[in-house]
């Protein structure tokens, strides 16, 4: 399974107002720069403990989706990720609904989930907050990649997430919600089989 490199689509726009005229007192001085306001979408609630992410190995990650897991989930052959450029443990698997072929990874990001959002232009527009079993999790989709795929980011321990990722390799042959709903199921089995370890 191949890591995806997504590049951004898009970035904020800012307007910028021209003030024609005569000034008595000399021109306004430039405003004083502010720090950005929190999104408070983002808010993840208190995790009810830290699940043992850190350190894990690429065959550590491969047990987090059980054989019946990943049947429902219609894939298999649960493979370590290629490193891409990066150091993110995890195991990817293929799977096949007939209609559509995808890939599902689950990796161990070393970072918060809010920087993590940041680095890979994750869309402010398709983010949602949700619990899943009492750990504050994220699911986005790559601002410009929203027909490609859905990711779901889970608050696992402090500066640790978990990042299940959706690739949809039949062009349009799932929608936004069918993405989605995989990347939550295979996130759901991650959290209940890390749960279930500790």
């Known amino acids: 399974m ?4 997504w590049l951004a689509a898009a970035a904020a726009g800012a307007t910028l107002l021209a003030v024609t005229g005569c000034t008595v007192n000399g021109p306004d ?27 894990k190995r690429d065959d550590d990650v491969c047990t987090w989706l059980s054989a ?26 293929l799977g096949d609904t007939g209609a559509a072929r995808f890939a599902i990874g689950v990796r161990i990001v070393p970072e918060p989930i809010e920087l993590f959002l940041q ?14 079993n009492g750990f ?10 929203e027909s490609l795929g ?8 402090q500066g640790q997430t978990v990042w299940v990722n959706m690739q949809l390799q039949t062009p349009g042959a799932m929608n936004a919600d069918q993405m989605c709903e995989k ?14 370890q500790s």
Do not use: W
């Not at 191949?2 to 490199?5: D, L, P, Q």
């Not at 859905?150 to 321990?157: L, P, S, T, W, Y």
């Not at 990347?183 to 279930?196: I, N, W």
């Open 183 to 196: 990347a939550q199921t295979a996130a759901h089995s991650a959290v209940s089989t890390l749960q279930a």
């Open 150 to 157: 859905c990711d779901a980011f889970i608050d696992a321990a």
């Open 29 to 55: 001085p430039a405003p004083a720069p502010s720090a950005p306001a929190p999104d408070e979408s983002m808010k993840l609630p208190q995790r009810p403990k830290d699940l043992a992410v850190a350190g």
């Open 2 to 5: 191949r890591m995806r490199t």
């Open 136 to 145: 504050g999790t994220v699911q986005s989709q790559i601002g410009g990649g």
């Open 68 to 93: 019946e897991q990943q049947q429902s989930l219609r894939v298999s052959g649960a493979q370590p990720v290629i490193k891409d450029g990066d150091n993110y443990n995890g195991c990817g698997y």
């Open 119 to 132: 680095k890979i232009n994750s869309s402010p527009g398709t983010r949602q907050v949700y619990e899943l």
